[in-house]
């Protein structure tokens, strides 16, 4: 059963972004509305300037912790809007439970279509994991690029990660799943055909069912275990809910939920939100349960 905070925040997101977004789409409006996102950033942590693999980014940590597991993270934003600082509530909150994060700041379309975030995402990857083991994590755009970060790591003979969180990952282009019309209008922070819109633009004429675009058509075999959490309202609640389907059948550990009423990536809201709190703690002990077990084996 949802919390009375859940249906409050989910209609406060209906008024202060989805009716903001509009019908049509509007790039600027949509930088202004996420990244005016008045979020607080959690305390008791450092955001670093930093840079790994020549691409910018920030780093997250508590002051003096320099043995918490490591995380990699892709912050969401529809692929033309946000940055790490912007999402400095969701690292902020995995630093709080002794993670240290990067969060790299890649370039964004439409300015940048694909494969430049991609490009990014994958260097900054690349260099980072050279380091020691690390989780990647991923919400909204940022979780599409966490899995076509790992199909093409995977691929490459790179690295791959321990584990892998992924909060309402978009992983088809195409728009396939059900729940493009049975939540057109349930979703309270986008109009489908906004985002139908918004895909041309990071498409940059790929083919919307390449697996580094759309990940749920890839070869998920090989992939280390996932987590989906994702709210049953969204116009992308089938994005995870297939892409679980498909791992599993291919091998993969998956653990899928999802939640009642929350809007798309509710996590941030997890100062006020106990669906939020939930959904990060049980990330975050995926994520260390993971961690040890690739330590001991």
Same mark, same amino acid.
């Given at each position: ?5 859940? +249906?409050?925040?989910?209609?406060? &997101? ?24 008045? $979020?607080?950033? #959690? ?15 920030? !780093? ?26 912007? =999402?400095? %509530? ?24 694909? %494969? ?8 900054? !990857?690349?260099?980072? *994991? ?19 970060? /790992?199909?093409?790591?995977?691929? @490459?003979?790179? #690295? ?28 309270? /922070? ?9 895909? #041309? ?6 083919? %919307? ?5 759309? #990940? ?12 989906? =959490? ?17 791992? @599993?059948?291919?091998? &993969?550990?998956?653990?899928?939920? &999802?939640?009642?009423?929350?809007? +798309?990536?509710?996590? $941030?809201? +997890? ?12 990330? *975050? ?6 961690? @040890? ?5």
């Amino acid at each position: 059963m949802a919390s009375l905070r859940a +249906h409050v925040f989910a209609w406060m &997101v209906r008024r202060n972004v989805r009716d903001r977004l509009g019908r049509q789409l509007d790039i600027a409006r949509m930088r202004r509305t996420f990244e005016g996102a008045a $979020f607080i950033a #959690p305390r008791g942590v450092r955001y670093e300037p930093g840079e790994t693999g020549g691409i910018p980014g920030e !780093w997250v940590r508590r002051p003096g912790d320099g043995t918490g597991p490591r995380l990699f993270y892709l912050h969401g934003g529809g692929f033309v809007a946000c940055s790490p600082r912007t =999402h400095r %509530p969701m690292t902020g909150a995995f630093a709080r439970r002794g993670f240290r994060v990067f969060a790299p700041a890649y370039r964004l379309a439409p300015e940048h279509p694909f %494969p430049a975030g991609l490009e990014d995402a994958l260097a900054a !990857w690349e260099a980072f *994991s050279a380091e020691g083991p690390a989780a990647i994590g991923g919400d909204s755009a940022g979780g599409n690029l966490a899995l076509a970060l /790992m199909l093409r790591a995977r691929d @490459r003979g790179l #690295p791959l990660p321990q584990a892998a969180i992924l909060f309402s990952p978009a992983t088809d282009f195409v728009g396939t799943g059900a729940s493009y019309i049975e939540n057109g209008q349930r979703d309270a /922070m986008f109009d489908p055909e906004v985002l139908r819109a918004l895909a #041309p633009l990071y498409l940059g004429g790929a083919d %919307p069912i390449d697996p580094h675009v759309s #990940p749920l058509y890839g070869d998920l075999a090989g992939l280390p275990p996932l987590l989906l =959490h994702v709210g049953a309202r969204e116009v992308l609640r089938d994005d995870s809910v297939r892409l679980a389907e498909r791992a @599993r059948a291919a091998g &993969v550990t998956v653990s899928l939920r &999802v939640f009642p009423v929350v809007p +798309h990536v509710w996590q $941030f809201a +997890h100062a006020y939100l106990p669906e939020a709190r939930t959904s990060l703690n049980a990330a *975050s002990t995926f994520l260390t349960v993971h961690a @040890r077990a690739g330590a001991e084996a």
